[in-house]
């Protein structure tokens, strides 16, 4: 069963950065949309940030980009989430997840189980 999983969540100060990573496990995602998607405690999902197979990124307008930034490696099928100057409003489980499309949205095929970052005041 294809999986992804997530690491590099944990606590961090407000202004500080935390880098995600995402691994696939059971297939590659090599030729796949990989992305990130969050959700706060009380909250409905917030897509964060995708990236296709030729490096093409897309954060989808939302306020996050500047602050995010969303790479991957294709020999490893990876993808990673920079994440700086981080706020509590950042507070929130991160979805690593993937399509065989790049799209905007919470529509992703393949969900990863979750990180928990924590951003305290």
């Known amino acids: 069963q294809a999986q992804l999983v997530e690491s590099g969540g944990g606590l961090v100060q407000t202004g500080g950065s935390l880098r995600l990573s995402c691994a696939p496990s059971g297939r590659t995602f090599s030729r796949s949309a990989m992305g990130w998607i969050r959700q706060a405690a009380g909250k409905e999902r917030e897509f964060v940030a995708a990236?296709?197979?030729?490096?093409?990124?897309?954060y989808c307008g939302n306020s996050l980009e500047g602050r995010f930034t969303i790479s991957r490696d294709n020999a490893k099928s990876t993808v990673d989430l920079q994440m700086n100057n981080l706020t509590p409003e950042d507070t929130a489980v991160y979805y690593c997840v993937a399509d065989e499309r790049l799209v905007c949205g919470p529509h992703y095929k393949y969900w990863g189980q979750g990180t928990q970052v924590t951003v305290s005041s």
């Open positions: 990236i296709n197979w030729a490096g093409y990124s897309i």
